[in-house]
């Protein structure tokens, strides 16, 4: 089987997020490189916030998957800097977020002049209406803000953009 960088990408596609399962890690920008260093396969992973719980078992599944496609060891590194970003999220991923129901991040994260502006308007990922209100800054994750439609009087998480 080969052994270069696209095709253990490809491989990765496999592991999802423990958090929302229609997302890939690789999708969603965790999975920052990878390297072979003498036949020995490094991945590098950065958390999509400090902290995040999901990132052990990301870890885990990437080894795990690896070690199905190779019959050795992976070894899997945490880098914390840069930050990771919701800017590293692919465009099918953000798509795939919306058909799950959760509302994909607006905008781009660097771009701190929204930092003081009024909140924005988040389309319901159900109906599509820009009649919502934010219910409150935290969701089912900390990455995540929970809203409510006032047209198909559904709730939903926003993806908060990081």
């Not at 958090?19 to 920052?32: K, S, W, Y």
């Not at 999509?48 to 795990?64: E, F, L, Q």
Request: proline content about 6%.
């Amino acid at each position: 089987m080969e052994r270069n960088e696209a095709h253990i990408l490809e491989l990765l596609t496999a592991v999802k997020d423990p958090e929302i399962p229609v997302l890939n890690v690789v999708d969603m920008g965790v999975i920052r490189k990878v390297d072979l260093n003498d036949d020995h396969i490094v991945v590098t992973i950065t958390p999509t916030y400090s902290g995040c719980p999901a990132m052990d078992v990301i870890s885990m599944n990437v080894k795990a998957t690896l070690k199905r496609a190779f019959g050795e060891d992976a070894e899997v590194v945490s880098q914390l800097s840069p930050a990771w970003t919701t800017d590293w999220i692919t465009d099918e991923a953000r798509e795939k977020l919306r058909e799950y129901g959760i509302a994909p991040p607006e905008g781009k994260s660097h771009d701190k002049s929204q930092l003081f502006a009024e909140p924005k308007v988040i389309a319901c990922p159900k109906c599509g209406s820009e009649n919502t209100t934010l219910v409150s800054e935290f969701g089912s994750t900390s990455c995540k803000a929970h809203y409510k439609c006032s047209d198909c009087l559904e709730p939903f998480d926003y993806f908060k953009c990081i």
